[in-house]
């Protein structure tokens, strides 16, 4: 329809007044003031939440192996070799200014995780002005980010770390991805971001599914020039490949690519999807948290949630994209969300066990919040009455996940404390859970409760070997000696190798008087590790009591020249 002059007139008369309205000095200053302060104060709110952990454990979950264990940290060896499966000489870095600050204390590990998860708040908040969302509606966003609880995970985990750290390189290469874009040309903008992810590359190979989330920025943004946004992403795409490759070498090398192959890939696929619901409904829902997520199958079968996962999932995506243009944050913070955990779902198994974690959702859960801060201005165009109830339900779900945050907290303060947590709500994950806390007992010398876990786990699964190596070597203390024969010749058939369970299997032989089984295991003990020192005197003492005093001496003389507290 033509405008006549006058209904021209009327509407620039109108823009007027309005950006007469908008520009008002004390408007301005307001929104200045707010947007400058607000999310310095999301970032300090969340540091605060987060500072309830710094008294929280090491825990025996990876905590020491990760850093006081690591000799990239204690040695500042950053680039050279693998630790627990991954190449990440930046996380490292981060983990050695720790250990000089307070060596095998937790302190300042808490203490700079916290600080990257405050510092990623900030970065969370302006990038959602960049992206062309509100104040508040940015506000809101960095606070769910910085209170969720599923949050807790990846900032209370000393061992988790990396995801905080990798998140916050993602953050600021998105931020600077969105300043070329906006300048249109190539530059300082477009080598930041580059810059920016390889050093999150270098953090956690996590990070290699960025170029997939910056396409979804692309549709974010509107951007309409599809080859350059396809050329764009070739440097970021060959970083991604190379850090792939590697992360399976890394993987690799610490064994965990040769799992057995348990489920078909059509169970595979019902994993996935079921996993993305899985993921949605703690995101919105975050009851039952706990640090492993099991997929049980009852007599051979799935629960029929997962085999009506991949159609509701499709269900909700055909209803995003078809609805996309009304609402489109919900179909872009689907892309965002999926973008940054497609590698993170159950494609294959990689470490000990088919793994959900809270952390694989750290970053992508901003696909979710941007959706719901969303919703109150898609309703108001159905239901204007409604929008001050859905403002306030945000506000009393972001109070709920903040208290729910500080409770959480408390789960991580030992490894004991977290295992009966995740034992109460979500099982005892086919009995490796009374194995990792009789462990736990056992090495604190709780001989009894640590021998009934032993005992619980290997009645669930009969295939823990290290269960019986444990259970093995408490026998063996206790002087049940057939007991402790029994059980480290279980663990030392599926682990011929062992040296140390070989040589306490000998000492079991020696206290039943069965010299010449042994002499063998002290024998194949030396000639596994010729350093193991101690299978010296053993098998010295042993061959004394077989009448053989020369070799026996022999073996004395040799455990006294390399036992270190005689050197």
């Known amino acids: 329809m033509l405008l006549s002059p006058q209904n021209s007139q009327a509407i620039i008369m109108s823009k007027k007044r309005n950006k007469s309205t908008r520009t008002s000095p004390a408007t301005s200053d307001n929104s200045q003031n707010l947007e400058k302060w607000l999310p310095l104060i999301l970032a300090g709110l969340s540091f605060l939440l987060f500072s309830m952990g710094f008294r929280n454990e090491m825990l025996s979950m990876d905590d020491h192996a990760a850093t006081v264990n690591n000799p990239a940290v204690t040695d500042l060896d950053l680039f050279q070799g693998y630790n627990l499966g991954m190449f990440a000489p930046i996380t490292w870095m981060g983990y050695a200014m720790a250990y000089m600050l307070g060596e095998d204390g937790s302190f300042w590990y808490h203490l700079f995780s916290a600080l990257v998860h405050a510092v990623n708040v900030w970065l969370v908040f302006h990038l959602f002005r960049k992206l062309g969302s509100s104040v508040i509606i940015s506000g809101f966003v960095a606070f ?18 990396s995801t905080p750290l990798f998140s916050a390189f993602c953050l600021l290469s998105m931020t600077f991805y969105l300043d070329y874009v906006s300048e249109g ?3 300082r903008n477009y080598i930041m971001a580059l810059l920016f992810f390889l050093l999150a590359c270098l953090s956690k190979s996590a990070a290699v599914t960025l170029p997939l989330t910056l396409l979804v920025i692309d549709l974010w943004v509107k951007r309409d020039r599809t080859k350059q946004m396809l050329v764009d992403k070739v440097p970021f795409l060959a970083l991604s490949l190379a850090f792939g490759l590697l992360t399976l070498v890394t993987r690799q090398h610490a064994g965990q690519l040769d799992q057995p192959a348990d489920f078909s890939m059509l169970d595979r696929v019902l994993m996935a999807c079921h996993t993305v619901l899985f993921y949605w409904k703690k995101l919105i829902m975050p009851t039952g948290l706990s640090i ?9 079968s799935w629960d029929w949630s997962y085999y009506a996962a991949p159609f509701v999932l499709s269900g909700i995506l055909i209803l995003a994209w078809r609805f996309r243009s009304a609402w489109p944050l919900l179909w872009i913070g689907i892309l965002f969300y999926l973008s940054n955990i497609v590698l993170a779902l159950p ?3 990689f470490g000990t066990f088919e793994l959900r974690s809270d952390r694989y959702n750290y970053l992508a859960c901003l696909g979710v919040f941007a959706f719901l801060t969303a919703l109150p201005g898609y309703i108001k165009q159905y239901k204007e009455s409604w929008v001050t109830g859905f403002w306030a339900a945000l506000v009393g779900l972001g109070a709920l996940w903040l208290f729910s945050a500080g409770s959480r907290l408390q789960d991580w303060k030992n490894t004991i404390t977290l295992i009966d947590s995740a034992l109460e709500t979500t099982g005892d994950n086919f009995g ?7 462990t736990i007992l056992a090495d604190d010398g709780k001989g009894d409760p640590a021998l009934e876990d032993f005992n619980k786990a290997l009645s669930i699964n009969p295939l823990l070997y290290d269960a019986y190596k444990y259970r093995g070597n408490i026998m063996g203390v206790r002087k049940q000696y057939e007991q402790s024969i029994v059980d480290l010749s279980k663990y030392i058939e599926h682990f011929p190798d062992a040296a140390p369970e070989i040589y306490n299997r000998g000492l079991s032989y020696v206290n039943l008087g069965n010299d010449s089984a042994a002499l063998a295991d002290f024998n194949r003990c030396l000639e596994i590790d010729p350093d193991f020192y101690r299978a010296y005197r053993a098998r010295g003492n042993t061959l004394l009591n077989m009448g053989e005093t020369e070799k026996g001496n ?10 270190p507290q005689r050197n």
Do not use: C, M
């Open 144 to 161: 769910f980010f910085a209170v969720h609880p599923l949050q807790v995970e990846s900032v209370a985990w000393i061992a988790g770390f």
């Open 185 to 187: 040309k190539y530059g």
């Open 292 to 300: 492993w997520y099991p997929f049980e199958k009852v007599d051979g």
């Open 347 to 349: 494609w294959s198994t």
């Open 432 to 438: 490796k859970a009374y194995l990792w806390r009789g």
């Open 554 to 563: 022999a073996d004395l003389q040799e455990y006294d020249r390399r036992n």
